[in-house]
């Protein structure tokens, strides 16, 4: 099965049919329903309060109506209408049906408030900024959305300068002591290196999640995040204990497999030192020409 970061813009691939089916998938219920309550767990929020928390890529509500669940309020914004018009239709019936039970109460000697929602909704793209004021939001979640701005679907996007767009947005948003955690799936190795370097880049402290890393099916990534500018050690002792998972620091996976390019004496560039400074062009999103017999083939001086 394809991957559908590759078929296109989010907002073409979910349409009206793609939403309502997504909407409508018991598994991808109960999947968006334990990936957003392991991300509540991460988030360490206070028990005695509820929270504002921002909802990116909010997609059908599946994980806003978890948030309502625990006594949250929240903000969803997605890049596709047809997902906002599915939650949009989730609300009103949630509304309309808490309406119906009270009127049926109209007889009995207790009055009762129709519990409204807490959710609100917004059609923004993430990749673009983020249009809240500064320290709005007591905490962060997105489930499945963050790898969607890895891929360029046009000229003028550039996958880096999108994730420090969103990052650097996110991290004016969030409150001082506020966390985010950020569930993705990275087609490489190298995309979750993208991502943890453009999160630290702009000031954020934490690290790289995974739960279930021996498992093809099961494994999940999440970026758990703070503003508070604690080194990556601080957040990880802070980190709840979970049986079968790995945490891999934002700091370590920033030094995987990026070396010191090898030179020789005199600034003579090597093939070896060629290919490495390639190759780190491309895990930026660069367009380089590919690798061959003559890559660093020196030109004679006459013909």
Partial sequence: MSRPELSGHASIFYNEREARKYNSSSRMVNVQREITLRAI?????????????????????????????????????????DMLQ???????DSFDGNNKNVENDEGSDEVHDPPLSTGDLLHHDMGTGLPFRPATFDACISISALQ??????????????????????LYAILKKSARAVLQFYPETAEQAVLISECATAVGF?????????????AKKHYLVLSCDRTSSKQVQQSMPSVEEQTHVS????????????????????????????????????????????YTARRRPTKF
């Fill in 148 to 169: 969607w701005l890895c891929y360029s679907n046009s000229a003028s996007q550039n996958p880096k300068r999108r994730l420090l767009r969103f990052f650097s947005q």
């Fill in 250 to 293: 934002v700091s370590a996976a920033s030094r995987k497999g990026i070396d010191k390019p090898i030179r020789k004496k005199k600034g003579i560039k090597t093939k070896e030192w060629i290919i490495k400074k390639k190759e780190t062009q491309r895990k930026r999103g660069k367009s380089v020409r590919p690798d061959t017999k």
């Fill in 205 to 217: 402290g934490g690290g790289v999640v995974v739960d279930y890393p021996n498992s093809t099916k």
């Fill in 41 to 81: 767990e991460l988030l360490l929020l206070s028990p005695d309060k509820a929270s504002y928390i921002l909802d990116i890529g909010c997609g059908s509500g599946l994980s806003g109506q978890v948030l309502e669940e625990k006594g949250h309020i929240w903000v969803g914004c997605d890049v596709s209408r």
């Fill in 86 to 92: 599915v939650a949009h239709e989730r609300i009103d």
